[in-house]
């Protein structure tokens, strides 16, 4: 552990940066082993897993994230969750301190920088067993997921090329993401003039001096100083260049278009705030649940409120683990607040389920493909995939994804442009559809947009070992969709929200079908999106233009489960195709309160 006499707690240990040779493949294990408890404790208490006491694998966690249960004092009381981290530390034979209250009301403590694995686990376990804590897990260290290459090349394949590009200048008649805002959470923000029209403000939430290098901590200025680093650094024996990653990941979703230079964004009119989280090394669980926070307009202590609010949030990010409790409720606050978050797959071509936050709930996981439509050769893969987009393969520099850089191999240099490959890059495809989908219509709520990207997609060109969620992601048909309630394909969508009253009458959702003569399909697949606490009151019925009806689901007293997502085959060959069908939908019982998003049929 490096110490530094000049360190702002004085004599004190500074902290350590966790060892990047970790992070190559992931930064938090899942495996079954055990870290044995301190000798103290008795000797039949329960271990803590490893992946509760490590910020990556091997290394002990120096921070912790606890949230405790609604009502408990440290829950509102900074002083009373500073006097229960203390306390907490007195009965582990560790020294804990309160540090900061995180955006989502969570509290981050400090394990001093000394710890072991077994220290960790005997404060966990503390925190474990007083029935006032939701949850405590590892403030763990993310990473950038993309893998750099600087060859330089003109071709944006990506967008356009039949074969496995996004079909992007078909939407382009439609929306060109005006009046959207994207907030990408990552290294900041070098200058280049083929972003800075789209730029607004942003927040650097580093709060880490030696993971920032930019001599401080938090603060307005979300600039990219650099992420490189020297030889014996960050556990790698060879050193690294600075991979301006934020400014390539923006470039795709919204460099300048028809300027004359450069490359083109895929929603050109949006604008983009730049987060910063990701510094030497990585960055933190900690700083990025304030980002998500802030960026989707929540309120962090110490933070000045956001006046650019994002729609759209951008993660090409990640380690190994499940899912945090912590990371988990910050990202379900920026979705009850109407922000889509879009994250990267994974580039360990392993299961997502075992990378976060791939593996989150609430948000849209973005795998890979190359030039050919094949999956990518790193690309994570699994059923916790979403969606496939371009991520690239420079194993031919031209075959990558080309976006907006900057020549300078440790600070900024000159402003450049230059291939890379990773979910990193295929993820900001993602949050580019995302914000021309919002231009389009406004209304649409996280999950509409997540199921329109979905129904939408068009079969991988190429092969998926794995799965790679709903196929390839198709820009044109998508945008017409939720624009127009049909797209210029199959599918006919209607993405107005109606409440279900609860134990009440049904509600009734239209969508008329034009244009298609006949009768409709032996397979038509409706498409439905339900947010409901317990969907067993739920029975949904589809009524065909003549008034038949068809069941979809019925009520089940057995089914707790929340909400309805779901697409059904039904046997409509009797039924006229065109006309107006209608989604009907009714609560059979007291309690449960819940909302019909939207749904679809695809003929």
């Known amino acids: 552990?490096?110490?530094?006499?000049?360190?702002?707690?004085?004599?004190?240990?500074?902290?350590?940066?966790?060892?990047?040779?970790?992070?190559?493949?992931?930064?938090?294990?899942?495996?079954?082993?055990?870290?044995?408890?301190?000798?103290?404790?008795?000797?039949?208490?329960?271990?803590?897993?490893?992946?509760?006491t490590e910020a990556a694998p091997g290394t002990p966690a120096e921070r912790l994230i606890v949230g405790y249960t609604s009502g408990a004092a440290e829950a509102e009381s900074d002083k009373a969750a500073a006097a229960d981290a203390a306390a907490k530390g007195r009965k582990a034979g560790e020294d804990v301190g309160f540090q900061r209250r995180l955006g989502t009301g969570a509290a981050l403590v400090d394990l001093g920088g000394h710890a072991s694995g077994a220290d960790v686990a005997d404060v966990v376990a503390e925190y474990s067993a007083d029935p006032q804590v939701a949850y405590v897990v590892p403030d763990r260290l993310n990473k950038p997921l993309a893998t750099p290459n600087d060859t330089e090349y003109t071709k944006q394949w990506d967008l356009f090329e039949a074969t496995a590009g996004m079909r992007v200048p078909g939407a382009w008649d439609?929306?060109?993401?005006?009046?959207?805002?994207?907030?990408?959470?990552?290294?900041?923000?070098?200058?280049?003039?083929?972003?800075?029209?789209?730029?607004?403000?942003?927040?650097?939430?580093?709060?880490?001096?030696?993971?920032?290098?930019?001599?401080?901590?938090?603060?307005?200025?979300?600039?990219?100083?650099?992420?490189w680093y020297a030889a014996g650094e960050c556990g790698q024996a060879t050193g690294g260049n600075s991979s301006w990653h934020g400014t390539h990941v923006a470039g795709t979703i919204a460099a300048a278009t028809n300027n004359g230079k450069g490359v083109a964004g895929i929603a050109y009119g949006a604008k983009i705030s730049p987060v910063r989280v990701l510094g030497k090394c990585g960055g933190y669980d900690s700083d990025i649940i304030d980002a998500i926070t802030w960026a989707s307009g929540g309120t962090v202590s110490g933070v000045p409120a956001n006046a650019d609010v994002a729609e759209v949030i951008n993660m090409s990010l990640g380690g190994g683990g499940a899912c945090s409790t912590a990371t988990q409720s910050a990202i379900n606050g920026a979705v009850s607040r109407g922000t889509t978050v879009v994250v990267a797959a994974g580039n360990e071509n392993q299961n997502a389920a075992n990378s976060s936050p791939a593996n989150c709930g609430n948000v849209i996981t973005v795998a890979a493909t190359d030039r050919s439509g094949n999956r990518a050769s790193y690309s994570n893969y699994g059923t916790t995939v979403d969606i496939a987009a371009p991520g690239g393969e420079?194993?031919?520099?031209?075959?990558?994804?080309?976006?907006?850089?900057?020549?300078?191999?440790?600070?900024?240099?000159t402003e450049n442009y230059a291939f890379y490959q990773g979910t990193s890059m295929a993820t900001p495809h993602i949050a580019g559809l995302a914000a021309l989908m919002k231009s389009a219509n406004p209304s649409l709520t996280p999950a509409q947009i997540e199921s329109a990207v979905k129904s939408n997609a068009r079969a991988l060109p190429g092969t998926c070992s794995g799965g790679c969620g709903a196929g390839l992601a198709d820009a044109a048909k998508t945008v017409q969709a939720v624009k127009?309630?049909?797209?210029?394909?199959?599918?006919y969508a209607s993405s107005t929200a109606v409440s279900i009253p609860?134990?009440?009458?049904?509600?009734?959702?239209?969508?008329?079908?034009?244009?298609?003569?006949?009768?409709?399909?032996?397979?038509?697949?409706?498409?439905?999106?339900?947010?409901?606490?317990?969907?067993?009151?739920?029975?949904?019925?589809?009524?065909?233009?003549?008034?038949?009806?068809?069941?979809?689901?019925?009520?089940?007293s057995s089914d707790s489960a929340d909400d309805v997502r779901a697409t059904y085959t039904v046997d409509a060959s009797a039924e006229t195709a065109g006309g107006t069908w209608k989604l009907r939908v009714r609560d059979t019982a007291s309690y449960d309160t819940g909302r019909l998003n939207g749904w679809q049929l695809t003929f």
């Open 502 to 556: 609860d134990n009440g009458s049904a509600i009734e959702s239209p969508i008329t079908v034009t244009g298609r003569g006949g009768n409709a399909p032996a397979a038509l697949q409706v498409g439905v999106d339900i947010t409901h606490t317990y969907r067993g009151d739920l029975v949904v019925d589809l009524v065909a233009p003549d008034g038949s009806v068809y069941r979809l689901k019925s009520a089940s």
């Open 174 to 227: 439609l929306a060109t993401g005006s009046g959207v805002t994207v907030a990408v959470i990552d290294t900041g923000y070098v200058a280049h003039s083929d972003l800075a029209a789209n730029i607004v403000g942003g927040y650097d939430f580093i709060s880490d001096t030696a993971v920032s290098v930019d001599g401080n901590g938090r603060d307005s200025n979300p600039a990219d100083p650099g992420d």
């Open 1 to 52: 552990m490096r110490t530094s006499p000049s360190s702002p707690r004085g004599s004190s240990p500074r902290r350590k940066l966790i060892s990047v040779a970790a992070l190559s493949v992931a930064l938090l294990t899942t495996a079954s082993g055990q870290v044995a408890l301190a000798q103290e404790a008795p000797s039949d208490a329960p271990a803590v897993p490893a992946a509760r």
């Open 484 to 491: 127009g309630g049909t797209s210029t394909g199959s599918t």
């Open 394 to 413: 420079t194993a031919t520099a031209a075959n990558g994804i080309l976006s907006t850089l900057n020549s300078g191999t440790r600070t900024p240099s």
